[in-house]
Each structure stands twice: as C-alpha cells, then as structure tokens.
C-alpha cells in the first residue's frame, strides 16, 4: 500500500519541493500540507499518516510544541523534523520523541544528499 | 561575523541554482545596517542576551529575476526561506555560539524602506546576480533593557 505522507512547513516554495520529491523519488502519497504547528497536529489527527514531516520555526505554533502535542496522543507517531535550527533544539526535539532530523538546505541537486534523504526516510517509516 | 554572508550565499546556490559574487570592497563590518532598497525580507535571532536581525534587500525585479517567479507572495515565501536557511547556518558557527550563545531564529518577515539596526556587531555585503544588486546584511546587539 502506498505510504500517506503529511508535510508540514510555513514555506510554501520549501513544501512543494519535498512533496514533489516524495511523490517522483519514493512514489508516496501527500494527503496534505500544513503551515504551522495547529495544522501539524490538526491534520495528524485526520489522517494519521506513515510519516510527517515537520519545520521548527513556524508562526502560531512551532515544530516543537507540536511534536510534544501529537506524542501526547499518539505516541508511535513517526514525525521527521526538516529545519534550518541546528544544535541543542535538534538534540530536544529527537529526546522528545521525534524519529530523525534533516538538516537544511535540502540539497536536491546533489546525489548524495538524495541518496541520505531516501534512506532517513525510509529508516523512519520503517521503523517499528 | 563576516562568515554570514557565506551562508547566505550557500543558501541561494542550493536553492536556486545560482552563484551571487560579492561586490568590492567586500564584506565589511559597520556600525548599523541601512539599505535604501526598496524590498527587504529578515529573519531575527535572539536569546536572552542578545537581539539580532539578518536582512537580504534589492528591487522587486531582482527577487523575481532570482527566485524565478514573479508572484510577489512566492517571491516572498522563497526569499524567507533562504534567510531561514542563512540565519540557522549562521547561528551554528562555532566561533557564533562561542561568542553569543544558542541563538534562536524567527519566522521570516518582510519590512520597510531604510532600516537601521544601530549600536551592533553588524557587518553588510553588496552582491551581485547578473544584473541585479542584492544587499545583505546581519546585526547582533545586547538585549536593550529598560531598568526600572
């Protein structure tokens, strides 16, 4: 079955880049994107995906607080943080139960950086 | 302080494609930041003890030209992100967390005509894209407190 996958980031320009690289490279299904951390949890709750994918830095409510809402409420829930914030806020957000962490810039023009993406991807979705 | 402008441009070479050049005399340390550009988008760092602002500005055909798009809003959205990405690039130089601690980054921001951010550690670049000017900027200062 095709894994759904929710994207969550203020950036309209940065969303339609993983979506577009979601649905061509890994052939999975967006069932949604959010904008803040309110439409993280919200659209969790409609749709409990394979995955969500979550920025940090977000109006109304950020990556952070969002990550301990739905961990509240389902605690499997397999969330991969996608932010530029670097350092003890990356380490705070894996303690609370965030799966991974990709750093950015995504890099799509490079293969490597394809390739890493790919396997975080599928480690976290994979994962039990 | 100088290493920001690195940043930035790593951010514009990811995510367009596009490699700005650095105007003469360079990147240079100033006392405040003041662009009379009529488009400026920031992102602002802070922590307890200090207060900071990473701005890019140029004309609005020159976003356009760049960002490959010529809605304002998607001019916007993607120009916020390059600060996004610059401003947490930034806050991770070692020698940055050394001497200003974690800094944490705000949401990005679109501002006026003539902005100053006096009294910082500041340092501005004019780049260059085919023909096109972009400035960029970056300020930290103490926390202003008032003391009652």
Redo the contacts between chains.
Sequence with gaps: MTKKIIIVD?????AKQIKAFMENEMGFDIVAIGRDGNDAIDLYKQYQPDLLTLDL???NKDGKAAIWEILQEYPKAKILVI???????MVECLKMGARNYI?????F?DALFIDEFKETILSVINDE | MLQAVDCFLEAVEVLFGKKMEIMEPGAVEVPRLRTDCETLIAVGLSNKNWQGLTVVASSMVSFTDLVGDDSPEQVYDAMGEVMNTTAGCFAAIPEIVYKYGELTQGVPMRMGVGTAFPKADSMEAILKLGSGHFYFGLAIRPVLRLNF
């Design positions: 203020d950036s309209n320009f940065l830095t977000m109006p932010s530029a914030v670097k350092g003890r806020t750093e950015k810039p995504l890099r023009a």
